[in-house]
């Protein structure tokens, strides 16, 4: 599967390397005051460079004229000054740049988990979530890499590349000219390097997103892992995705080392030529012999900044690569709100009309047809074999999917009309699978909108779900922490919690999905009691297996293969002796001794 997508990224065709890079270079803007000491910073550096060329060629002539006195003091302080500057200039250059880094990859990662939260519920439908975290995560320190360690040498080793070019044209622009013809030979060669590397650093980031996959599933699924003997399986699967990842490093670690030795090897034919001619008389009879070894000196030393500039293009590609990760997920389509209609209080009339409904990844309907009315106040249980379509059905209420065709209105308006948090705002939500959050148990109850709710609001709460009795019971009350998704209490005390959290919201639409699945028969007839207290004046959407927990709902419809095939009371559905009858029978129908 790594190898497919691999394969599909590379045959898309993506903007340039330098394009995606300078709109990286736009999240500098909030940092400029750092940006320009770094740059500051890396001219001092830079300047230095050409100074101890000159300052060689001063030495060498006073040497050769003999005027070694008069330069005894001048000579030591200038080497002094010259490193003091060159020091000054490295701090400036590489703290202040680590500074503008940092300050984007936060940027990066905000604007990323800002992204996150607004894309359509499809989306995380069709990407595991070690993918994801591996975007949050590896892509955005690879882009660290590349603005720290990159732009520190792009900019202090091409600063010094330009001083001392620019000395040596001042010295003997005849010998400088052969000297640069080498130039576009090493351009091709670091061309060739950079699609290579941008190439290889895609596979390594889909590698990475399958080493993180394989064990966050492992992490999640450790119970399961262990119970039913999945350890080799999963150990060979994460040697797998491993492995991958290796490949393609060591691809990359190979392109970068044979790219540097051939640079300076090109280097040395250029230094070979160079002194060949300078050695002529013709061309040097002109020049000193400071003049001389300052030029080959200042040649010589433009080999370290050069090897180092097409060094970090590795680095460079890795985070080009990376930003190009990132920038199309910020670039994705976020979750239509195309209404704008805002309301406090909805009345709770839900009608669905001739409505079908398919998920993007599928090809054919999930639901189809589907009609009916649920007067405000009513309860409406949804039952039927798993599969059905019933969570579906109501999920589509708060709008977590679009419609395929028909409609759906709420208050005799069509939901595409209401704003998205609006509309939300309105519905009470307990899903089958819970989904508490790492913090206190106070934090779950009041969540999001119920945030200022007083603790008198969130214990009535908690009483009203049942939950108070073992909240009390536990050393920090409401402030005990849950843990990563409620992993420290009991699936009946999540449950409870997630009960909770709904009563106290106080919606006028309520969509319990499974929400006593996860309790015991004692704790179920609590529950269902307050459940009955809640439900009173409000429009339910219930999704129960347990039959007995809806036979009093006003509305019941028996949901299969995505149709409506019945609906009616609880009395109306037995009377017709069809499928709910079917269904009641099988689930009270017990064995006797």
């Given at each position: 599967?790594?190898?497919?997508?691999?394969?599909?990224?590379?045959?898309?065709?993506?903007?340039?390397?330098?394009?995606?890079?300078?709109?990286?270079?736009?999240?500098?803007?909030?940092?400029?005051?750092?940006?320009?000491?770094?740059?500051?910073?890396?001219?001092?550096?830079?300047?230095?460079?050409?100074?101890?060329?000159?300052?060689?060629?001063?030495?060498?002539?006073?040497?050769?004229?003999?005027?070694?006195?008069?330069?005894?003091?001048?000579?030591?302080?200038?080497?002094?000054?010259?490193?003091?500057?060159?020091?000054?200039?490295?701090?400036?250059?590489?703290?202040?740049?680590?500074?503008?880094?940092?300050?984007?990859?936060?940027?990066?990662?905000?604007?990323?988990?800002?992204?996150?939260?607004?894309?359509?519920?499809?989306?995380?439908n069709?990407?595991?979530?070690?993918?994801?975290?591996?975007?949050?995560?590896?892509?955005?320190?690879?882009?660290?890499?590349?603005?720290?360690?990159?732009?520190r040498?792009?900019?202090?080793?091409?600063?010094?590349?330009?001083?001392?070019?620019?000395?040596?044209?001042?010295?003997?622009?005849?010998?400088?000219?052969?000297?640069?013809?080498?130039?576009?030979?090493i351009?091709?060669?670091?061309s060739?390097?950079?699609?290579?590397?941008?190439?290889?650093?895609t596979r390594?980031?889909?590698?990475?997103?399958?080493?993180?996959?394989?064990?966050?599933?492992?992490?999640?699924?450790?119970?399961?892992?262990?119970?039913?003997?999945?350890?080799?399986?999963?150990?060979?699967?994460?040697?797998?995705?491993?492995?991958?990842?290796?490949r393609?490093?060591?691809?990359?670690?190979?392109?970068?080392?044979?790219?540097?030795?051939?640079?300076?090897?090109?280097?040395?034919?250029?230094?070979?030529?160079?002194?060949?001619?300078?050695?002529?008389?013709?061309?040097?009879?002109?020049?000193?012999?400071?003049?001389?070894?300052?030029?080959?000196?200042?040649?010589?030393?433009?080999?370290?900044?050069?090897?180092?500039?097409?060094?970090?293009?590795?680095?460079?590609?890795?985070?080009?690569?990376?930003?190009?990760?990132?920038?199309?997920?910020?670039?994705?389509?976020?979750?239509?709100?195309?209404?704008?209609?805002?309301?406090n209080?909805?009345?709770?009339?839900?009608?669905?009309?001739?409505?079908?409904?398919?998920?993007?990844?599928?090809?054919?309907?999930?639901l189809?047809?589907?009609?009916?009315?649920?007067?405000?106040?009513?309860t409406?249980?949804?039952?039927?074999?798993?599969?059905?379509?019933?969570?579906?059905?109501?999920?589509l209420?708060?709008?977590?999917?679009?419609?395929?065709?028909?409609?759906?209105?709420?208050?005799?308006?069509?939901?595409?009309?209401?704003?998205?948090?609006?509309?939300?705002?309105?519905?009470?939500?307990?899903?089958?699978?819970?989904?508490?959050?790492?913090?206190?148990?106070?934090?779950?109850?009041?969540?999001?909108?119920?945030?200022?709710?007083?603790?008198?609001?969130?214990?009535?709460?908690?009483?009203?779900?049942?939950?108070?009795?073992?909240?009390?019971?536990?050393?920090?009350?409401?402030?005990?922490?849950?843990?990563?998704?409620?992993?420290?209490?009991?699936?009946?005390?999540?449950?409870?919690?997630?009960?909770?959290?709904?009563?106290?919201?106080?919606?006028?639409?309520?969509?319990?999905?499974?929400?006593?699945?996860?309790?015991?028969?004692?704790?179920?007839?609590?529950?269902?009691?307050?459940?009955?207290?809640?439900?009173?004046?409000?429009?339910?959407?219930?999704?129960?297996?347990?039959?007995?927990?809806?036979?009093?709902?006003?509305?019941?419809?028996?949901?299969?293969?995505?149709?409506?095939?019945?609906?009616?009371?609880?009395?109306?559905?037995?009377?017709k002796?069809?499928?709910?009858?079917?269904?009641?029978?099988?689930?009270?129908?017990?064995?006797?001794?």
């Amino acid at each position: 599967m790594q190898g497919d997508i691999a394969k599909v990224e590379e045959t898309t065709t993506k903007p340039s390397g330098m394009k995606i890079y300078f709109r990286l270079l736009r999240y500098v803007g909030s940092s400029w005051v750092y940006l320009l000491l770094s740059i500051i910073g890396y001219l001092l550096y830079a300047a230095m460079e050409p100074a101890l060329a000159a300052l060689l060629k001063h030495i060498v002539d006073v040497v050769s004229e003999g005027q070694i006195t008069d330069s005894r003091t001048l000579i030591p302080l200038a080497i002094l000054a010259i490193f003091i500057v060159r020091g000054i200039g490295t701090f400036l250059g590489g703290y202040f740049m680590a500074k503008v880094a940092n300050k984007v990859v936060f940027d990066l990662r905000t604007s990323m988990f800002d992204k996150l939260v607004l894309l359509p519920s499809s989306y995380f439908n069709s990407i595991p979530t070690g993918r994801l975290l591996a975007k949050l995560t590896y892509d955005t320190e690879q882009v660290i890499g590349s603005i720290t360690q990159a732009a520190r040498v792009l900019l202090r080793e091409g600063l010094t590349v330009i001083g001392l070019l620019g000395y040596m044209l001042y010295m003997n622009w005849r010998l400088s000219i052969l000297f640069l013809l080498v130039v576009p030979i090493i351009g091709l060669v670091v061309s060739y390097a950079s699609k290579r590397f941008r190439k290889l650093s895609t596979r390594i980031q889909n590698a990475m997103g399958g080493v993180t996959d394989v064990a966050s599933e492992a992490i999640k699924g450790q119970e399961v892992v262990k119970i039913f003997g999945g350890t080799e399986y999963e150990i060979e699967r994460f040697r797998l995705a491993a492995e991958e990842n290796q490949r393609s490093q060591l691809k990359m670690e190979k392109t970068k080392f044979l790219n540097v030795p051939i640079v300076q090897f090109l280097l040395a034919i250029s230094m070979s030529i160079l002194i060949w001619f300078a050695l002529s008389p013709t061309i040097s009879a002109h020049m000193t012999s400071g003049d001389f070894i300052a030029f080959l000196t200042a040649a010589g030393m433009l080999g370290k900044p050069i090897r180092q500039l097409t060094d970090v293009n590795s680095t460079l590609q890795k985070g080009i690569a990376a930003s190009y990760s990132i920038f199309e997920f910020l670039d994705m389509k976020e979750e239509e709100n195309t209404g704008s209609v805002k309301t406090n209080h909805l009345k709770g009339d839900i009608e669905l009309r001739n409505m079908s409904f398919k998920y993007p990844e599928s090809e054919s309907l999930t639901l189809k047809n589907i009609s009916l009315k649920l007067p405000a106040g009513k309860t409406l249980a949804l039952v039927g074999r798993s599969g059905g379509g019933k969570s579906t059905m109501a999920n589509l209420i708060p709008r977590f999917y679009n419609i395929e065709s028909g409609e759906i209105r709420i208050d005799d308006l069509q939901i595409e009309n209401y704003e998205l948090a609006s509309l939300r705002s309105n519905i009470a939500l307990v899903n089958q699978q819970v989904v508490l959050f790492n913090g206190t148990i106070r934090e779950n109850i009041a969540y999001g909108y119920l945030r200022e709710s007083t603790d008198e609001e969130v214990i009535a709460a908690a009483k009203a779900a049942n939950a108070w009795d073992f909240i009390q019971d536990l050393d920090d009350g409401l402030n005990t922490m849950v843990g990563e998704n409620g992993v420290l209490l009991s699936g009946g005390q999540r449950q409870r919690i997630a009960i909770a959290r709904a009563i106290l919201k106080n919606a006028p639409i309520l969509i319990l999905d499974e929400a006593t699945s996860a309790l015991d028969t004692e704790s179920e007839r609590a529950i269902q009691t307050a459940l009955d207290g809640l439900m009173q004046n409000r429009t339910t959407i219930a999704i129960a297996h347990r039959l007995s927990t809806i036979e009093n709902a006003d509305i019941i419809a028996v949901v299969d293969k995505g149709e409506i095939i019945e609906q009616g009371s609880h009395s109306e559905l037995l009377a017709k002796n069809g499928a709910y009858a079917q269904l009641h029978s099988q689930q009270f129908s017990e064995p006797t001794d």
